[in-house]
């Protein structure tokens, strides 16, 4: 099984700053079969990112994903209020796919 | 617009089962491989099950010979088996399609508490 770990916790920030989430899987994730998460709470998750760095439809373009092979990140160049939430990591590469655990973005 | 909408949550005994409905629409159904994703609330996200176009179904280890997954085309819907239910289930039950891997579009979720 793939774990992702996905770092930090909690990172606070203020709107209009710039956020960098990551995620690290313990083996590598072939073909970029990863993606990201939007969930607030109340919601469900909502789908941003795929193959790594792929912008789902009507995503704003402050958000991007970068990374291959075990490390990965989601980069929000400037924070909007509607953007603070918890963010996951998912590899849909290998059975069982997996989740990160989550890191949250707090206003500050 | 895709819609999926999630029923037959609810309080179950420890042992029990139940059986949650997800009613999908605006997509053709039947080209899409369906999942069922978990969420502990307040927590994070669990993948419990999938099944293919051709009616393959795969799940992880922690409810492989408990739950079942199934779909009927001709109605638009994916179901979710759930039997021998252990505290460890509860949780918000997600619908989910997969496009290309990923997942796209969730439902908005159906509760299922597993408690004596």
């Known amino acids: 099984e793939i774990v992702l770990t996905q770092s930090p916790g909690t990172l606070s920030l203020s709107p209009g700053e710039r956020a960098t989430l990551s995620c690290r899987a313990s083996?590598?994730?072939?073909?970029?079969?990863l993606a990201w998460y939007q969930q607030k709470p109340g919601q469900a998750p909502r789908l941003l990112i795929y193959g790594a760095s792929s912008r789902a439809t009507g995503i704003p373009d402050r958000f991007s994903g970068s990374g291959s092979g075990t490390d990965f990140t989601l980069t929000i160049s400037r924070l909007e209020p509607e953007d603070f939430a918890v963010y996951y990591c998912?590899?849909?590469?290998?059975?069982?796919?997996?989740f990160g655990q989550g890191t949250k973005v707090e206003i500050k | 617009e895709v819609q999926l909408v999630e029923s037959g949550g609810g309080l179950v005994q420890p042992a029990g089962s139940l059986r949650l409905s997800c009613a999908a629409s605006g997509f053709t159904f039947s080209n899409y491989d369906m999942h069922w994703v978990r969420q502990v609330t307040g927590r994070g996200l669990e993948w419990v099950s999938a099944i293919g176009t051709a009616g393959d179904t795969y799940y992880p280890d922690s409810v492989k010979g408990r739950f079942t997954i199934s779909r009927e085309n001709a109605k638009n819907s994916l179901y979710l088996q759930m039997n021998s239910l252990r505290a460890g289930d509860t949780a918000v039950y997600y619908c989910v399609r997969d496009l290309g891997g990923q997942t796209d579009s969730w439902g908005q979720g159906t509760l299922v508490t597993v408690s004596s």
């Open positions: 998912q590899q849909y590469d290998g059975s069982p796919r997996t």
């Open positions: 083996q590598s994730v072939s073909s970029s079969y």
